[in-house]
Structure formats: structure tokens, C-alpha cells
């Protein structure tokens, strides 16, 4: 009902900035971010995080009514009380952080990650029945190793999923920093500069890999025990499974965080 008109906002957003005599790559340079950033604003494609509107208001020298509006304002009348609501509650709608919207997506992320933790569990249950029925003994400790990676896998998708921080510092957007650290946990991508644009991109492909790779351990596990392989051919097995993690995890990253 408040949402913002994203292809009004992106016409008035590229009328200003041409009027000002910018390109998109130097108003992106003033704001810290990507000029592909900039140029999905301006088709309407996406929204600025809600901290920019000030730092943009101010480069196009309008106010952030004007931009939340899209339009001119008579700077000389007085905002009746009703549009100062409707603008307040665009602004709301833009950031994304009333505790309502907040509850419903951690609602939808629980189903979302309860349900691939059901389903590893279900597979790994399985796959431990099917190899006692073939009369193979100490399947508990033959499972140890894949026990301990899902186990950790679980972990980091706990955190991931549910208590990972959605927005970054400021200071990220306003220096190219490619290391991230919050306890424990270490994220490090050379060449890659995090800030509030790629960090949500960054945020749910790890999300997706995590819940994918907890699902796809047990089958992979069960087919390689099952399998008539010799022990030199076990080993290159693990070391291209390994490369093909790897590559399915850190390719998807550099990607998510080129985006913007």
C-alpha cells in the first residue's frame, strides 16, 4: 500500500542526475557503490539501501521527500500531516526492518532450513539402514567422517540462516574491504570489496550452498561406499569431489558479489 514506485523513483533519480552532470559510474563513486547499482536504480529495477537516501538527496541537491516521491516539491507549501504519514511508512517499507516483516522472514527461513535438515536427516537414516541390510558392520564408524561434516554444516547453517548480520557497517561502503569477521566465523573473498549492496547476494548463496551441500553429503556418501572402487580410485574420487565443492561454493560467491 506504501510501497515505493520503483520505475517513478529511477526516471526522477536519472532526470536529477543528468541535471547535475554525472555519470552513473561518478554519482556510484560518490555513494560507494557500483554504477550497475546506480543503472538498476534507474530502470527501476531495484532501490538504494535506506542509508543512501540522505548521501544521494544531498549529491542531487533535493530532499528525500522529493526522492521518496519522485517528483519536484513547492518548497514554500506546508506537507499536510497525512502525506508526512505515507511518506514516513514508504520510508519504512524501503528499509525493510519493521519487526513485522523482520518475524514473517525468519518465520519462512525456519520452514525453509528445518525443512532441509529434515529431509538430511531422513537420508542419512536411510542410507545407514540400506548399507546394515548389505550385512556391512561398523557403519557408525564408517559414517564418522560424513557425521562430523554435517555436523558442522548444520552449525554454519545455523548461524547463516538465522543469526548472521543482514547489513554491514557503513564503513564497508565507504572502503573496499574483502574480509568479514564476526566471532568465530571468517569470510575472506580477494578481489572482491564487501559492502550493503552484495552483502544480501553474498548472504543467500551461502544460505542456498549450505542446505544444498547438508542434503547432498549422504546420497554421495552411500554411492561411494557402495561402489566396487579400489583405494587409489576412493582417493581421486574425494579429491574431485573436493574441487567440485569448492568450485560450486566459491564460483557462486565471486558472482553474487560482482552483482553490484
Known amino acids: 500500500m506504501f510501497e515505493i514506485d520503483k520505475k517513478t523513483f529511477g526516471i526522477f533519480l536519472s532526470e536529477q542526475r543528468k541535471a547535475k552532470g554525472f555519470t552513473q559510474r561518478e554519482l556510484a563513486e560518490k555513494l560507494f557503490v557500483s554504477d550497475k547499482a546506480v543503472s538498476k536504480w534507474e530502470r527501476g529495477m531495484s532501490m538504494p539501501d535506506i542509508s543512501l537516501l540522505m548521501p544521494l538527496a544531498e549529491i542531487l541537491d533535493v530532499s528525500v521527500t522529493e526522492l521518496l516521491e519522485g517528483k519536484k516539491m513547492d518548497q514554500s507549501g506546508e506537507i499536510k500531516a497525512e502525506e508526512v ?130 542434503a547432498a553429503v549422504p546420497p554421495v556418501a552411500f554411492t561411494g561406499a557402495v561402489l566396487p572402487l579400489e583405494p587409489e580410485a576412493v582417493t581421486i574420487l574425494k579429491m574431485i569431489l573436493l574441487i567440485l565443492c569448492l568450485a560450486s561454493l566459491f564460483i557462486p560467491l565471486y558472482i553474487a558479489a560482482k552483482k553490484c
Do not use: Q
Request: aromatic residues 14%; glycine residues 6%; contains cysteine.
Open 85 to 214: 504519514e505515507n511518506i514516513v511508512k514508504k520510508a519504512l517499507a524501503l528499509s525493510e526492518e519493521t519487526p513485522e516483516k523482520n518475524i514473517e522472514r525468519r518465520r519462512k527461513r525456519l520452514w525453509v532450513f528445518g525443512a532441509c535438515v529434515l529431509i538430511t536427516i531422513i537420508e542419512l537414516t536411510a542410507a545407514m539402514w540400506l548399507l546394515a541390510e548389505t550385512g556391512r558392520r561398523n557403519i557408525f564408524s564408517d559414517f564418522r567422517g560424513i557425521l562430523i561434516t554435517e555436523a558442522l554444516l548444520l552449525a554454519f547453517g545455523v548461524y547463516f540462516w538465522f543469526f548472521i548480520k543482514e547489513k554491514l557497517p557503513s564503513y564497508y561502503d565507504e572502503n573496499k574491504i574483502n574480509a568479514y569477521s564476526d566471532g568465530v566465523f571468517r569470510l575472506n573473498l580477494p578481489g572482491v570489496g564487501f559492502n550493503n549492496s552484495n552483502w544480501p547476494h553474498i548472504i543467500k548463496c551461502m544460505r542456498v550452498w549450505l542446505a544444498a551441500a547438508m
